[in-house]
Each structure stands twice: as C-alpha cells, then as structure tokens.
C-alpha cells in the first residue's frame, strides 16, 4: 500500500528504483504531512494535540511514541554497556520541529520551491482525501510542470475519526465536506522556544536513559532542523556529560550533486557565494557559529562528507578538502559521513538515492583528503588551529596559548599518516618533535614562554 506516496503526503524510496530515485528530494518529506506530523507528536504532542489518545489507551500519542524510543534505547545501551569502543549515544539523527513553530498554516514549512510545494494546510487538505492542483520542482527553484496531486482521493488516515489534525480543531468539514481552516496560527510557539520546551527535556530523557547503565556515557545531542535558523543554540547542558552533535554539508554540492571551485551556498544567509576565497571564508565562518553554538559544551559535527555521484571529471578530494579546511580551522571533531562497504556506482548508499560512501565494492574514494593528519592529544586551555593541503602535502599548526597559564613544557600529540608523509621533515617556533613512526604520530613538546602566545608547528616530506 503505497498511500502515503501517492497522495503526495511523502516520498517514499521503494516508488522509485535504479535511475528514477530523485536526488536528494528525501529532505521534503520533513516538510509533507506524513514526517511533519510524526515529529510534531512525537516532541509536542502533548502540546499541539491534547487530550487525543491511542486507540484503545488512555496513553497520549507523545507519551507512547517517546516511551517506545526511549524503550529502544534503553536495550541498545544494556547491551553495550561493558564495550570499551561505545563511548555514547547520538540522541536522534536529525530531527525535526515538523508543524511546531509554524505560525500560519497557510505557508509552507519549506525554505525554497524543491519538489511539491504546498502549504501546512494544502498537506493537511490532501491527506484527508482532497486532490489539489501542485507545481513541481526537480531542482530547487527550477520549474517543470503543474499536476493534481491525489487525483484518486485517499487518505493517509484509516478513518475521518482519526484524522489528528481534524480532531485537534486545526480545521473542519463543512456541510459540503469542504476542508475549512480554523486556526491558521495553531502551531505557533511564543518565543519560537521549540528548543528549551521540548529538545532540551528530551535530551535529557536520553542522558537519564543511557547512563543508567554505564554513567561514563556521553550523550551527543544533536539539534532539530531549523531552516531559519542552520546554527540554533543549544539549551544549558552540563559540558561533563553532553556534547553537541549538529551535522554539516556543502549544501549546493549536496542538493545539486555538482562541485564547482567557484560556488557554493552560504546556509546561515541563503545567498550564493562566488570564489574559491570567499567560499573558504564563509565555510570557515559557518562553522565558527556552529561551534559557538554548543555554549560549553565540546562540538563534534555529527556528520560531514560529500556525494560521490557527481560525474567522473569531478576532483572529488579537491571536493572534499574544500569542506574539511574549514573544520580544521576551527579545531572541530567530526564524524565523516560515510562508510559503507556495499556501496554501488547503480545503488549508491542504497539509501534514497544518496552516494556518500568512502568506500564502494570497487575501492576506495576521496582518501587523499579524508585521512589527514591532526592533534589528537592537547591540553584543553590550548586553541589549536590546523590547515592540511593534501596535494602539497603539507601539514600547519598554530596554538595560541594565551589561556594556558602554565610556564612549564606541554605535550602536543599528533597522528602523521604514513600515505602523506613517508618521510617527514618538521619545524617548529619552539621546543622539539619526536617522530613515533610505528603508531604514524609524533610528539611536539613545546617550549612555552609565557612573553610567546603563538606556537607554530609544521610537516612536510624532506624528500
């Protein structure tokens, strides 16, 4: 039963195999019916859908959903509780706000005109039976054509009775069965405070879930999706045992499955930027928000990669690099997305359509950037700053010691892969490196004077 697809209410991934599978058309499920729903009483169903229960139950629709995830969870952190390799748990991958927030139904939840574009309520119309007129998008902003979405008149629901939104008074059916919107404003939040009413006690439902069984868990919580606002702050989380896990991509790479030197988006304005200049600087700015954002908490971007589908003349390392410069520039940790083994050249990820594997049947990809080498032991009052050029094979560090008080020598421990550097020379403002070439690292101890705040460090191959 392929309701859901048909009546334009989500986009599902078994309605289009092979060739057919749209790029990256998956994210406007967070803006249909089906996913928008889902995640509405899912965080705030309590809030938006009072008193509506399970068939059967005297349990909220919020109340049975969290119950069950955090159920999941709890089983998932019993049986891993004794692995030295788990060190925690991601609180959900990428969740969203669904309806919450919106101020008028009459608008539509997504940033830009990609696929079909409805309003809150056309959705709402569609998914109770009514067949509406839709215009389509393959590529954002580019217009193909118009249809009539739900011409056969379903429903997502399996009966009037049940239809959330219809009961919760969004809208009614008059006399003639005509769809009337009541209260457009019903999923407005005063303050726009989806963050600290309903992320923040669910991210600590899942630290409170997990550490039970092994209180040395940490809890990476991850922020909704907000397309107004890409780097949302997080709540006041305890830095001791939560760390902030937003994910981050090259979003006109991703979406357009195209790398060009010369352009790329800015997410936090929307607006295209022109030259491989400005696109570092406005990446590297990105994710100096995005880092702020975690407050005290330490920052490891969740996910970040890049598609490998994007035609055989494409530099996919000088793809890649582009992204990463940034992050190194701003001592962040990530999490690169992705691995997957059975990766195909037809199938991708066999995932929606996505192709972000490092690794396929045939070989490997992109590791001339993705293995790089970086500190992976520093104290924590030393700002660390890296810049690695795969192609010159060239590696820079600055510290600025400026917060760390101690006059004494400090140990700067860095991973120096063997792929780049076969033979490596380094240089240093102060102080002397031990190269440790069986574990690929080296070791930095660094004079420090408390009149010298910078500290340089570099590697290059002497041969």
Not at 61 to 87: C, M, P, T, W
Not at 109 to 133: K, N
Not at 262 to 283: C, E, M
Not at 350 to 379: H, M, Q, Y
């Amino acid at each position: 039963d392929f309701t859901l697809h048909d009546t334009g209410c989500a986009v599902l991934h078994q309605c289009h195999i092979g060739s057919d599978t749209p790029r990256m058309l998956w994210p406007t499920n967070y803006f249909k019916l089906v996913t928008a729903t889902m995640f509405t009483l899912f965080f705030a169903g309590d809030y938006f859908a009072p008193g509506q229960t399970v068939d059967g139950t005297s349990e909220s629709f919020q109340q049975f959903l969290q119950r069950h995830y955090f159920g999941y969870l709890d089983a998932v952190a019993e049986s891993l509780k004794d692995k030295e390799n788990v060190i925690g748990f991601g609180t959900m991958n990428e969740p969203n706000a669904g309806f919450s927030g919106l101020a008028d139904l009459n608008e539509s939840l997504a940033p830009a005109p990609y696929g079909r574009v409805l309003s809150g309520f056309e959705y709402m119309r569609i998914g109770s039976g009514e067949a509406i007129p839709s215009e389509f998008y393959p590529s954002p902003y580019i217009y193909e054509r118009t249809d009539i979405l739900n011409p056969q008149m379903k429903s997502v629901w399996k009966s009037a009775d049940v239809d959330v939104w219809l009961n919760a008074g969004v809208y009614e059916l008059d006399k003639d069965g005509n769809r009337i919107l009541l209260r457009a404003n019903h999923f407005e939040l005063p303050n726009n405070n989806f963050m600290s009413k309903f992320m923040k006690p669910f991210y600590l439902s899942v630290q409170k879930t997990i550490t039970k069984h092994n209180k040395k868990f940490v809890t990476f919580a991850e922020p909704h999706l907000d397309t107004e606002n890409p780097f949302v702050d997080a709540p006041d989380l305890d830095p001791n045992i939560f760390s902030w896990a937003p994910h981050f991509y090259d979003f006109f790479m991703l979406v357009m499955k195209s790398f060009n030197r010369w352009i790329a988006i800015d997410i936090d304005s929307t607006l295209p930027v022109f030259s491989p200049y400005l696109i570092d600087w406005v990446f590297r700015r990105n994710l100096a928000k995005m880092k702020k954002s975690g407050r005290k908490m330490n920052v490891l971007i969740g996910e970040i990669g890049i598609p490998f589908d994007m035609g055989p003349r494409t530099d996919y390392n000088a793809a890649l690099n582009r992204t990463l410069r940034a992050v190194e520039a701003n001592d962040l940790d990530f999490t690169l997305w992705c691995y997957y083994p059975l990766n195909t050249e037809g199938e991708g990820d066999d995932w929606n359509g996505e192709d972000l594997s490092i690794r396929t049947k045939n070989g490997n990809r992109g590791l001339l950037s993705a293995i790089r080498p970086f500190v992976f032991k520093c104290p924590t009052k030393a700002s660390v700053s890296q810049h690695f050029d795969p192609f010159s094979q060239t590696y820079k560090l600055e510290l600025d010691l400026e917060n760390y008080s101690k006059d004494h020598q400090l140990a700067v421990d860095i991973y120096v892969p063997s792929g780049h550097f076969h033979s490596p020379s380094f240089s240093v403002s102060s102080g002397t490196v031990k190269h440790i070439e069986s574990t690929q690292s080296c070791q930095w101890i660094v004079g420090v004077q408390s009149q010298v705040k910078k500290q340089f460090l570099s590697i290059e191959n002497s041969c």
